[in-house]
């Protein structure tokens, strides 16, 4: 792209053509606005400071305007002026707030090699640009990397990486992260867990998105509608009715009303299983009506009959590939056979009487005799079709010999 006042050649923006604005990107109507930008250039004052050029790059960050950014530090380098750490990470936030992660990944990577020593604000922009995109591995390396460089890693850095993991489904990895971000003594608030709670709650596992509801409020966190409703309608999805009043009691005692999609979840359940009174309870406590008083002395109910155990499939057993490897592919037996064979392996029944159950196994044999007539059936259609046939080719044969 440009150099710098000492010749040092910066990372390229790339070309607006193919690799433009995504849609809704400001400006995307042609290159009319980017002569515009380059006239609000050349028309600077020339004893601009470094902090004009600090604001230009803080408008193409709100206006996503990736592709200027290549102009701004063009005409620095034509003034003499020597881009700063604070000119890269604005220009690396411009990259991430357009959802460049690559390109912000580029300028992160020079400035490590300039040796300009990326602070938390670098790493901050190109986490959140990996995550807001898709890319939670390469979020979490950039995390993991921030963090063996000794720079200490703030709730901007977890919280990114943690809700990354959590919209991808990869509840451990959002877990891990969670709890290295306690173990650092690192500020938590309501989104940190809230992500965790979701994942779980959307995985139903109960019992996770429970513990770690438990532990948000253990911690002195104010837990919000969110952090409630996230359980309680795991709690209905998995048919615990008992265990989503439980804590719409708490819910409620927290002077907390639920939200529309929570209020209707809870009433499609109760109006399913028929339950009027629990449905007239619940629908006062989620909307805190007058006169309705929470319990808050209300134990919880006893736990859910399943809950998910695993996030991910457990790792094979070596142990067992030879076992699998020298298995052979079990049989299939008939139906009519296989009734015929347990019939005879079953233990004789009491005897003959009044009482004695009518046998149960004539159902079979009637659906093989079906199948034997539809099969014979087919058979003689097919040999009605041939006989048509042949008597067709007879046919046009003494008709071609009395034309000739």
Same mark, same amino acid.
């Given at each position: 792209?440009?150099?710098?006042?000492? %010749?040092?050649?910066?990372?390229?923006?790339?070309?607006?053509?193919?690799? %433009?604005?995504?849609?809704?990107?400001?400006?995307?109507?042609?290159?009319?606005?980017?002569?515009?930008?380059?006239?609000?250039?050349?028309?600077?004052?020339?004893?601009?400071?470094? %902090?004009?050029?600090?604001? =230009?790059?803080?408008?193409?960050?709100?206006?996503?305007?990736?592709?200027?950014?290549?102009?701004?530090?063009?005409?620095?380098?034509?003034?003499?002026?020597?881009?700063?750490?604070?000119?890269?990470?604005?220009?690396?936030?411009?990259?991430?707030?357009?959802?460049?992660?690559?390109?912000?990944?580029?300028?992160?990577?020079?400035?490590?090699?300039?040796?300009?020593?990326?602070?938390?604000?670098?790493?901050?922009?190109?986490?959140?640009?990996?995550?807001?995109?898709?890319?939670?591995?390469?979020?979490?390396?950039?995390?993991?990397?921030?963090?063996?460089?000794?720079?200490?890693?703030?709730?901007?850095?977890?919280?990114?990486?943690?809700?990354?993991?959590?919209?991808? %489904?990869?509840?451990?990895?959002?877990?891990?992260?969670?709890?290295?971000?306690?173990?650092?003594?690192?500020?938590?608030?309501?989104?940190?867990?809230?992500?965790?709670?979701?994942?779980?709650?959307?995985?139903?596992?109960?019992?996770?998105?429970?513990?770690?509801?438990?532990?948000?409020?253990?911690?002195?966190?104010?837990?919000?509608?969110?952090?409630?409703?996230?359980?309680?309608?795991?709690?209905?999805?998995?048919?615990?009715?008992? =265990?989503?009043?439980?804590?719409?009691?708490?819910?409620?005692?927290?002077?907390?009303?639920?939200?529309?999609?929570?209020?209707?979840?809870?009433?499609?359940?109760?109006?399913?299983?028929?339950?009027?009174?629990?449905?007239?309870?619940?629908?006062?406590?989620?909307?805190?009506?007058?006169?309705?008083?929470?319990?808050?002395?209300?134990?919880?109910?006893?736990?859910?009959?399943?809950?998910?155990?695993?996030?991910?499939?457990?790792?094979?057993?070596?142990?067992?590939?030879?076992?699998?490897?020298?298995?052979?592919?079990?049989?299939?037996?008939?139906?009519?056979?296989?009734?015929?064979?347990?019939?005879?392996?079953?233990?004789?029944?009491?005897?003959?009487?009044?009482?004695?159950?009518?046998?149960?196994?004539?159902?079979?044999?009637?659906?093989?005799?079906?199948?034997?007539?539809?099969?014979?059936?087919?058979?003689?259609?097919?040999?009605?079709?041939?006989?048509?046939?042949?008597?067709?080719?007879?046919?046009?044969?003494?008709?071609?010999?009395?034309?000739?």
């Amino acid at each position: 792209m440009c150099a710098g006042g000492e %010749g040092r050649n910066f990372p390229t923006a790339g070309q607006k053509g193919g690799d %433009g604005p995504r849609d809704g990107d400001y400006g995307k109507g042609g290159s009319s606005e980017e002569v515009r930008f380059s006239q609000t250039l050349a028309a600077l004052a020339k004893n601009s400071g470094p %902090g004009v050029f600090t604001s =230009l790059l803080g408008r193409l960050a709100r206006e996503r305007r990736w592709w200027d950014v290549d102009a701004i530090f063009a005409e620095m380098q034509v003034r003499g002026m020597k881009p700063n750490r604070i000119h890269i990470n604005a220009a690396i936030n411009v990259f991430a707030k357009a959802r460049r992660p690559q390109k912000a990944e580029e300028w992160l990577i020079w400035m490590q090699e300039q040796d300009l020593k990326p602070n938390e604000v670098s790493y901050n922009s190109v986490i959140n640009a990996c995550a807001q995109s898709g890319y939670v591995e390469r979020a979490e390396m950039w995390l993991g990397r921030m963090l063996e460089g000794g720079i200490e890693a703030n709730e901007v850095s977890y919280n990114s990486v943690i809700n990354a993991c959590a919209q991808k %489904g990869r509840v451990s990895r959002a877990e891990m992260w969670l709890e290295k971000m306690l173990s650092a003594g690192v500020k938590t608030d309501a989104f940190s867990y809230n992500s965790v709670i979701n994942a779980c709650a959307q995985r139903r596992d109960i019992e996770r998105a429970e513990t770690w509801l438990e532990r948000m409020l253990a911690d002195g966190l104010h837990a919000d509608e969110v952090s409630y409703s996230s359980v309680i309608k795991a709690c209905v999805h998995k048919g615990e009715l008992d =265990l989503a009043g439980y804590w719409l009691e708490r819910m409620a005692a927290a002077n907390l009303t639920a939200n529309e999609v929570t209020y209707n979840t809870v009433a499609g359940a109760c109006l399913q299983a028929g339950d009027e009174e629990r449905l007239i309870r619940w629908r006062a406590l989620m909307k805190l009506e007058s006169g309705v008083v929470p319990n808050k002395d209300i134990s919880r109910p006893s736990p859910p009959s399943t809950c998910t155990a695993h996030f991910e499939d457990p790792p094979p057993d070596p142990s067992l590939a030879g076992d699998l490897r020298r298995k052979r592919p079990v049989e299939r037996i008939p139906r009519g056979e296989q009734d015929a064979s347990e019939r005879s392996a079953a233990p004789r029944g009491p005897p003959s009487g009044p009482d004695r159950p009518k046998p149960q196994r004539e159902r079979p044999q009637n659906q093989k005799v079906v199948a034997q007539s539809s099969s014979t059936a087919g058979w003689m259609q097919w040999v009605v079709l041939v006989a048509v046939l042949a008597v067709l080719q007879v046919f046009m044969t003494v008709w071609a010999r009395r034309g000739t």
